[in-house]
């Protein structure tokens, strides 16, 4: 099973993922967990990637790109994988249909996870709340900022795997349970 995660951030896609790693037994590949890892231990790459978050923008094509590709090559990837965070652009897309072309293997499906903004605030909002060790990225400015950059730069994605036949949209903003068998199904139709 090889599956894409789409939504906005807060839509619920790391939630969703760590269920459906249980369920098909594939791993999760969150450019944002591997870049958090690389700022974590100060890389010349994490401290760039730190920066540009900070700032809730994207970070380059060329070190995401990068990344993901290594991360195909592992063995825990050949059963198949949840892509979390990535792609972000139509370029990054189009450049994961060709890692994917070289690599010989294609994709199953790509979720769409919609959801509300002013409800992904009152989600960010309380998930810091709750933590108590909120990331830089969780706070409403920044997530506002980042869900602008979603509508600008992620979104034309639904369009572009909806053209593949690829594209599931559930609705995010049910229970966790409800949208995990909305995945479910999806998957399955």
Request: hydrophobic content about 45%; glycine content about 8%; proline content about 5%.
């Amino acid at each position: 099973m090889r599956l894409i995660l789409l939504g906005p951030p807060g839509a619920g896609k790391g939630t969703q993922a760590k269920i459906l790693i249980e369920a098909f037994g594939i791993p999760q590949l969150s450019t944002g967990d591997i870049l958090r890892s690389a700022i974590a231990a100060k890389t010349p790459m994490g401290l760039a990637a730190k920066e540009v978050m900070d700032r809730g923008d994207l970070v380059s094509d060329a070190i995401v790109n990068g990344i993901v590709s290594e991360r195909l090559d592992a063995e825990d990837c050949k059963p198949g994988f949840i892509l979390d965070g990535f792609p972000r652009t139509i370029a990054q897309a189009e450049a994961l249909d060709m890692m994917l072309i070289d690599k010989g293997v294609k994709l199953d499906a790509v979720i769409e996870i919609k959801a509300d903004a002013d409800e992904l605030v009152r989600r960010v909002n309380q998930r810091a709340k709750e933590s108590g060790t909120a990331r830089p990225d969780d706070n409403e400015e920044v997530l506002r900022k980042r869900l602008n950059v979603y509508k600008e730069q992620t979104a034309p994605l639904v369009a572009y795997y909806a053209e593949e036949g690829l594209l599931r949209t559930v609705d995010g903003m049910e229970p966790v349970e409800q949208v995990t068998a909305a995945i479910k199904a999806a998957i399955a139709h």
